[in-house]
């Protein structure tokens, strides 16, 4: 029954989450401006990730999505391309595992080039659970989900200039 609590919680937990970021995503303000930006986005071909990557593309940003199905990266591709101005907007699907620390920086030096920028910011929405009792899911399973949504948020944001950004940032007010 903890799980279930659980589960919910993490549930609860992501759509304030997803709420907040429609809300300061849809209105802008001095602090972030998409426009022209590089922005990636893990987790990019659907849920979160997705609805995101929309609302950036809406607002000009450049933006590279991260998955791992192909599919579902053309599916989204296809969807943003109907809200983006693509004569101003590039969008960019990539399949890597983020859990793979040489997959998602093959990734991302490949979206830096293909978009001809660096990142200016990183959304890191890929995650991965297996819902069920505790006693019934397997320990493999706990190993995937921390694989993916802990390591795949480490090593997308240490891959990326994104970090080195942040830092000059706060050196350099």
């Not at 899911?137 to 795949?152: S, V």
Request: net charge positive; proline share 3%; with cysteine.
């Amino acid at each position: 029954m903890q799980i279930i609590s659980f589960v919910i919680l993490i549930l609860i937990v992501l759509a304030i989450v997803s709420i907040i970021a429609a809300y300061y995503l849809d209105k802008p303000f001095s602090k972030f401006e998409p426009r022209g930006k590089h922005i990636v986005i893990t987790g990019g071909s659907s849920g979160l990730g997705f609805s995101i990557a929309k609302l950036l593309v809406q607002q000009g940003a450049n933006v590279t999505i991260i998955a791992r199905r192909l599919d579902l990266l053309e599916q989204a591709k296809t969807q943003l391309e109907k809200h983006a101005d693509l004569s101003k907007t590039k969008i960019l699907t990539l399949s890597a595992d983020v859990s793979k620390h040489q997959n998602i920086a093959a990734a991302i030096s490949l979206a830096e080039s293909e978009i001809g920028q660096s990142v200016d910011y990183i959304f890191t929405c890929a995650g991965y659970s297996r819902p069920g009792l505790f006693l019934d899911i397997e320990p493999f399973e706990f190993e995937n989900g921390m694989k993916i949504n802990y390591l795949g948020t480490v090593n997308a944001i240490r891959v990326s200039e994104f970090i080195c950004w942040v830092i000059r940032r706060q050196s350099n007010p």
